[in-house]
């Protein structure tokens, strides 16, 4: 029998449920990848984002080459087009059975309906997945049988139901047969032309690459993850989230191997190993949120009544805060990290989306927007839920009126201002007693902006504008 894979957001062959199925059931097996600049485009992807992505495709099919599975990359217009397509390739080449893992984003979501239905009435038989958290999508309930909107009873669940047999994901891959056909890759045109200003060295490509930073991760860092994961001088967190958005590694296999240096402990041991994977629970959190309330998918926020809130436009401010020019030192070097780096550490993007939704008083959704276009482990569901927790309008949100000041962030998470210096060199001279709020003399010194607003003054202002919504 031959067997397809249809790889997505899944692109590895370790952990990979669907592959590994294909791989048990069939004789042959072969893989296709669609790849549409239009819906990337659509889904707001950011370019560094789809330049790891096609770098990940070559790696991708080297390793299934090595096994005699060709890749096939498919131009389409779209999710539409993707069942016509679909259904045409598996008509072609005497396919049986398509095997994929699940996305469940609202339009995944209708484009997997679509092609069911296309491969179905054409009697190809299809078998789908869960690879991107552990539980079914929306399966963890309350008592009540209602979707979590809360994080801590959600962990507590999670926790609860786990099985260790969740983790039996070693499968020893067997070559298949070479085959009549040869992945397409070296002659497809992704015309796709860089306009991203990001360090490629950062983000080293490929399945193993993922494991290599996994793996220097937990040997030398997640013992102090707990302490260390808030300042953003440290490096003390994993940078895993750029595979994990196009699942080069899985979730999984992140939580197998810190579990292993925990005796397999979820709420006792190292600190630093359970405070990680209450990490990557918020992840699945936020998945279910997306999967269960598809309003967030639809550009509204979860609390109905921060509907009402009146939100400003200014366009000078939000050009500043994109800049990084807003005159507030954190909030800058977070966004130039941005720009350098396509991500930002977790901290900061509190800040920085904290400083954008109150103190500036802008829609979430602008910053929402921007942070995908930039991100290179842009994640709808983590983005999401990170902005609407910083707006309080989400789901167990921060209170409207627990608003960061920038500069006791500052100092507290980066008391000798290193971070600052090594994003904003104009400030590099600067003392750290003055370096998270320089002075005007300083400012002028070192040829840096005045602040864009009276932290004070616009405090009050999004405190009254919640008040306002909220009555
Ligand atoms: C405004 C805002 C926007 C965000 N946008 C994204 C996004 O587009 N993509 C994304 O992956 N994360 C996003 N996050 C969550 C978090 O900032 C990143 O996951 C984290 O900084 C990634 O770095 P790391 O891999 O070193 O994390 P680690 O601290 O090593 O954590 C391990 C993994 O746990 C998960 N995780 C950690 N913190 C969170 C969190 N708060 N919410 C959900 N998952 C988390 C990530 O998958 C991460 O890779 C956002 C947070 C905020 C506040």
Excluded at 247 to 273: D, Q, Y
Excluded at 304 to 322: G, L, N, P, T, V
Aim: net charge positive.
């Amino acid at each position: 029998m031959k067997a397809l894979v249809w790889f997505r957001s899944d692109l590895r062959v370790q952990d990979n449920p669907a592959l590994r199925h294909a791989f048990k059931e069939a004789d042959s097996v072969e893989a296709v990848y669609f790849y549409s600049a239009e819906q990337l485009k659509n889904h707001n992807e950011a370019d560094v984002k789809i330049d790891f992505l096609i770098q990940h495709l070559f790696s991708l099919e080297k390793t299934l080459t090595s096994l005699n599975v060709p890749l096939t990359i498919i131009q389409s217009n779209g999710f539409e087009e993707d069942s016509i397509l679909l259904k045409k390739y598996c008509i072609d080449r005497s396919v049986k059975k398509v095997f994929w893992n699940n996305q469940f984003g609202e339009d995944e979501n209708l484009r997997d309906k679509q092609v069911l239905e296309a491969l179905e009435f054409n009697k190809i038989l299809v078998k789908t997945f869960h690879d991107q958290v552990i539980y079914k999508p929306g399966s963890l309930k309350t008592g009540q049988g209602n979707p979590y909107a809360v994080f801590t009873p959600f962990k507590r669940k999670w926790i609860e139901n786990f099985e260790m047999d969740f983790l039996d994901i070693n499968f020893q891959y067997v070559k298949k047969n070479p085959q009549d056909l040869t992945s397409n890759i070296t002659t497809f045109d992704f015309n796709y032309s860089r306009t991203h200003r990001v360090n490629m060295d950062l983000w080293s490509i490929g399945e193993s690459a993922a494991l290599q930073r996994l793996h220097k991760f937990l040997d030398e860092k997640i013992i102090n993850y707990s302490k260390n994961r808030n300042d953003p001088i440290l490096e003390g967190t994993s940078r895993i989230s750029p595979y994990l958005a196009l699942g080069i590694i899985s979730s999984k296999k992140c939580i197998l191997e810190a579990l292993k240096i925990n005796n397999f402990e979820f709420t006792s041991g190292n600190v630093g190993v359970t405070k990680w994977i209450d990490e990557i629970i918020w992840r699945e959190f936020y998945k279910n949120i997306m999967f269960s309330f598809p309003k967030v998918s639809r550009g509204q926020p979860f609390q109905d009544y921060s509907k009402k809130i009146k939100w400003r436009f200014k366009e000078e401010e939000f050009q500043a805060w994109k800049e990084g020019k807003t005159g507030f030192p954190i909030v800058d070097a977070a966004m130039r990290q941005l720009h350098y780096e396509g991500w930002m550490h977790n901290r900061l993007r509190m800040v920085v989306a904290m400083f954008f939704t109150k103190n500036m008083l802008h829609d979430w959704r602008l910053g929402e927007a921007y942070f995908m276009k930039n991100l290179i482990d842009g994640d709808f569901a983590s983005n999401n839920g990170g902005w609407q927790w910083s707006s309080s309008t989400g789901t167990d949100a921060a209170p409207y009126f627990r608003i960061f000041n920038p500069i006791t962030q500052s100092t507290n998470f980066d008391k000798e201002g290193l971070f600052i210096k090594k994003y904003i060199p104009e400030l590099k001279d600067l003392d750290k007693s003055v370096i998270h709020n320089p002075s005007k003399e300083h400012r002028k010194y070192c040829n840096y902006p005045e602040p864009i607003l009276d932290l004070k003054e616009s405090r009050l202002r999004a405190i009254e504008a919640f008040k306002i919504a909220k009555s």
